[in-house]
């Protein structure tokens, strides 16, 4: 299964085929379980709760 | 999770990138809700838990990320027990003298509670540590380049600190912008620069190519400062859409 990673830097930049709903601005953020961490990252998605926070996804491919 | 994945962003990200962020890995399934169309992909999520902004907008402005760091609380965790509400509300408030001042009462007083001590010196030390960060982050605001961003976030610091070394920091490097000529220069050319975004919607054609326009002027007009050179970023920016 592939996996995904988020950071604040980019990486690839890859068309997804398929143009799936967006979640909806003002919308509570989904939570999303970490499989591993690096560089201090928090152990989990409710570590961020209060914060501003800047999710960028990328890819490893 | 595979050991290659895995492996692939250790080396890619941490070893060749050298990153220093914090990097989480996620499974594909997890990420679904959010509806990522492309990588990459850039979601802000505001202090409230909200999706502020989704990767059709426009990447949120370093103001308004800057407005959003504003309504951060910085209080830590501690138990959900009442009687820390007061306590939790203080640091919600960001009233961080009276936060040291509850403290310091709280662990003076006789017969507290060993449990709620451990909790109340845990938050003192914290609050030193935020403090601080906070006065080390006033230098680096004080050394520019950008005066006018550091201008609103040493105002900003210097409220919420008020009574304690951070504030005394801040208020020291606002003096000293104001009686710099450079930086005074700087900072109105930073504001100006700010009214001319104001005036235009760049996401509509005619508007964009009045924008453009009035930011070549503004960056003949105020060459050699900080924000002449944003001026000219921005103007790369809108002719490349």
């Known amino acids: 299964m592939a996996n995904r990673l988020f950071s604040v830097l980019a990486a690839a930049t890859l068309v997804v085929a398929a143009a799936p709903a967006q979640v909806a601005k003002g919308a509570p953020a989904p939570a999303i379980p970490f499989v591993k961490t690096w560089n201090d990252a928090p152990a989990s998605f409710d570590d961020f709760a209060g914060k501003v926070v800047i999710l960028k996804f990328s890819e490893t491919w | 999770m595979s050991g290659e994945e895995e492996s692939k962003i250790q080396d890619v990200f941490v070893t060749q990138l050298g990153a220093k962020y914090p990097l989480v890995q996620v499974d594909e399934k997890s990420i679904a809700p959010y509806g990522i169309r492309l ?33 951060v609380s910085l209080s830590p965790k501690m138990p959900a027990d009442k009687q820390y509400d007061p306590l939790r509300a203080l640091w919600k408030k960001g009233e961080y003298s009276k936060v040291r001042d509850f403290l310091d009462k709280a662990v003076a007083a006789p017969g507290l509670d060993p449990a709620a001590k451990t909790v109340f010196e845990e938050q003192r030390a914290d609050l030193d540590k935020k403090a601080a960060a906070a006065e080390k982050r006033v230098g680096t605001l004080g050394a520019g380049p950008d005066f006018a961003a550091a201008q609103d976030q040493l105002e900003r610091m210097e409220k919420q ?6 504030a005394a920091a801040a208020q020291k490097e606002l003096q000293r912008f104001a009686a710099d000529p450079a930086i005074k ?19 509509r054609v005619a508007q964009r190519k009045k924008l453009i326009e009035a930011l070549e002027q503004f960056a003949k007009k105020h060459e050699g400062t900080e924000a002449a050179k944003e001026a000219e970023a921005e103007i790369a920016r809108l002719k490349a859409r």
């Open chain 2, 39 to 71: 990588y990459p992909s850039v979601y802000v999520i505001d202090p409230d838990g909200n999706v502020f902004s989704v990767p059709d907008d426009r990447m949120p402005s370093e103001a308004t990320i800057e407005s959003l760091l504003a309504r």
């Open chain 2, 161 to 166: 600190w008020r009574g304690m070394p951070p």
């Open chain 2, 185 to 203: 220069k700087e900072l109105q050319a930073g504001k100006a620069l700010q009214k001319v975004k104001g005036q235009f919607d760049s996401s």
